[in-house]
T-cell receptor, first 115, second 114 residues
Framework: EADIYQTPRYLVIGTGKKITLECSQTMGHDKMYWYQQDPGMELHLIHYSYGVNSTEKGDLSSESTVSRIRTEHFPLTLESARPSHTSQYLCASRKAGTASSYEQYFGPGTRLTVT | AQKVTQAQTEISVVEKEDVTLDCVYE???????LFWYKQPPSGELVFLIR??????QNEISGRYSWNFQKSTSSFNFTITASQVVDSAVYFC???????????FGTGTRLQVFP
């Protein structure tokens, strides 16, 4: 069972507010990811990290930013939330290296609603 | 370019029926990995299986089985004797060996009615 945590699970916030979605894993995984999942179910990669001080943008352009100061922690920040940011955000991690470790393990997600 | 197609958007079955979820992929790499994930109503994605491109052996795990056929670029998932708890969205995904990205299909929503 994966040990990856996301908080909050649900968040309703007004337009213009700054928010940070937390993601932590206790598996010592080097690689971490953020996905955005729209109501039509499709998952889009918005950020990823190969390790401490490494962050890259994903395939879907996002106004959010991420940081990776510690291996276990990969928070996502929105400086000014807008209704278009309403979505589910899923964090994932995986171990680097051998082929047997290619699966990503996902957290429970944060469902964000911006009013 | 990588692509994963799950043509079935939604499937409804009655409990105890067998159901097969289709997955077709595209890749130019000879080394790649295929995955299935389950997303129950609670929202998290649960890893089910990983298959390497060089291993076409089919796999069975309880009521779940997977059929990998490179000749048709398919990696189908069958649930035997479905149960209400199988109701979820199921995603097929592809990763090439030289990238770190999972390419997901659009998912198939399975509803199992009692």
């Amino acid at each position: 069972e994966a040990d990856i945590y996301q908080t909050p699970r649900y968040l309703v916030i007004g337009t213009g507010k700054k928010i940070t979605l937390e993601c932590s894993q206790t598996m010592g995984h080097d690689k971490m990811y953020w996905y955005q999942q729209d109501p039509g179910m499709e998952l889009h990669l918005i950020h990823y990290s190969y390790g401490v001080n490494s962050t890259e943008k994903g395939d879907l352009s996002s106004e959010s930013t991420v940081s990776r100061i510690r291996t276990e922690h990969f928070p996502l920040t929105l400086e000014s939330a807008r209704p278009s940011h309403t979505s589910q955000y899923l964090c994932a991690s995986r171990k680097a290296g051998t082929a047997s470790s290619y699966e990503q393990y996902f957290g429970p997600g944060t469902r964000l609603t911006v009013t | 370019a990588q692509k994963v197609t799950q043509a079935q958007t939604e499937i409804s079955v009655v409990e105890k029926e067998d159901v097969t979820l289709d997955c077709v992929y595209e890749t130019r790499d000879t080394t790649y990995y295929l995955f299935w994930y389950k997303q129950p109503p609670s929202g998290e994605l649960v890893f089910l299986i990983r298959r390497n491109s060089f291993d076409e052996q089919n796999e069975i795990s309880g009521r779940y089985s997977w059929n990998f056929q490179k000749s048709t670029s398919s990696f189908n998932f069958t649930i035997t004797a479905s149960q209400v708890v199988d109701s979820a969205v199921y995603f097929c995904a592809l990763s090439e060996a030289n990238t770190d990205k999972l390419i997901f299909g659009t998912g198939t929503r399975l509803q199992v009615f009692p």
